[in-house]
C-alpha cells in the first residue's frame, strides 16, 4: 500500500514539473515599467516555449542596440493569426511591452505596430497587458 503512494506521489511530482518549468512574467519583468522600441526586424525565432524577434534600436546617442523580443508561444500567435512569415528580416516595427528585471535589452511585447498601420497582439505572458495569452 505504501509503495503505491509513493508511486502515485512520484508520478504526481513528474507530471507538474513541466508547468512548474514555465516561467512566470513576475518573475523576469517588471509590469511596471512598460516601454515602447522602434526597430528593424534582424531575426525571428518561431519556437515554444515563447517566439521571439530581435530587432536593432538606434538610442538617443545614435547606438545600435539589439533587443530581444518574446511573443506569446507558436501556437498561440497561430490562433490570433500570426505567421513567422509576417515577420521579415529588414522590417520596421514598433513594439509595446515591458522591460526585462535582470537590466538586458529584452521586453516581454504584448503588441507589434507594422508598417502598413496593423497593430498585432503577441500573446504576451503579461495578465495584465492587452489581448494576454491566457494560460
Do not use: C
Not at 515599467?33 to 538606434?58: A, C, F, M, S, Y
Not at 539589439?66 to 522590417?91: H, Q, T, Y
Not at 513594439?95 to 497593430?119: E, H, Q, Y
Amino acid at each position: 500500500m505504501t509503495s503505491r503512494w509513493l508511486g502515485l506521489g512520484i508520478a504526481a511530482i513528474l507530471w507538474s514539473a513541466p508547468a512548474g518549468a514555465h516561467h512566470a512574467f513576475a518573475a523576469e519583468y517588471a509590469g511596471d515599467q512598460p516601454i515602447t522600441l522602434r526597430g528593424t526586424l534582424t531575426k525571428v525565432e518561431w519556437v515554444n516555449p515563447h517566439g521571439w524577434v530581435h530587432l536593432d534600436v538606434k538610442g538617443p546617442d545614435g547606438k545600435v542596440v539589439n533587443w530581444a523580443v518574446e511573443f506569446g508561444s507558436p501556437n498561440a500567435l497561430l490562433r490570433r493569426g500570426l505567421r513567422k512569415s509576417d515577420f521579415p528580416a529588414g522590417l520596421e516595427v514598433v513594439v509595446d511591452g515591458f522591460r526585462a528585471k535582470n537590466g538586458t535589452p529584452t521586453i516581454n511585447v504584448s503588441s507589434v505596430k507594422l508598417p502598413d498601420g496593423r497593430n498585432l497582439y503577441t500573446g504576451s505572458s503579461n495578465p495584465n497587458a492587452a489581448g494576454a495569452e491566457q494560460q
